[in-house]
């Protein structure tokens, strides 16, 4: 679907555009299975495993610290956009109410419909991560995770989970449904980790 949504860039663009990436003005709707659809005040994100465990419902979350940031978005089916704004919570700011126990090494992200993926606790606690609900400006849409995703913008998308329900601190990596059907453990755009044989 080259040249009326997508084009090649001539370069990296300064080092933004991982190699095998088309750029896109548009924002494309990726999904497995049907979109989910739930109100703000249903969002629960419950924090277990190696965590001292607790709930942060919609309320809770819009009382933390809110942080907009602009960056670039790189999905595994090759497409990358630039220049996105989003608005949520750092996941320093949340991680500054959680207490982990000793050995966390991981998050598994949970999701509504039973979708997962995993995360080194070294790449969850950076600081330009989300949890977003808002995009340009306006509350995020369901087709892109609404009402609330993190965003992880130095990994491929798939790691950026849709309707985030539960955040699993554990001890050691672990596949998700993402990576147990056939995408890399880590997914850095920049290394073209795009499938478990990458």
Known sequence: MLGKFFKKPADDMGGRVPPGQ???TRFPVLTYGPTQQYAPEEVVVRVFGLA???TFT????LALPQTTL????HCVTHWSKLGTTWTGVRVTDLMAHLQLLPGA???????????TTNLSLDDFTRPENLLAHT???QPLDAEHGGPL???VP???FWKSAKWLTGLEFMAADRPGFWERNGYHMRGDPFKEERYDDD
Do not use: N
């Open 22 to 24: 088309t750029l896109t």
């Open 52 to 54: 001292e465990e607790r």
């Open 58 to 61: 919609w309320a809770d979350l």
């Open 70 to 73: 602009t960056y670039d978005i």
């Open 105 to 115: 090494t991981h998050v598994m992200q949970h999701s509504v419909g039973g979708y």
């Open 135 to 137: 995009f340009d400006g």
């Open 149 to 151: 995703r993190l965003v």
């Open 154 to 156: 130095h990994l491929y």
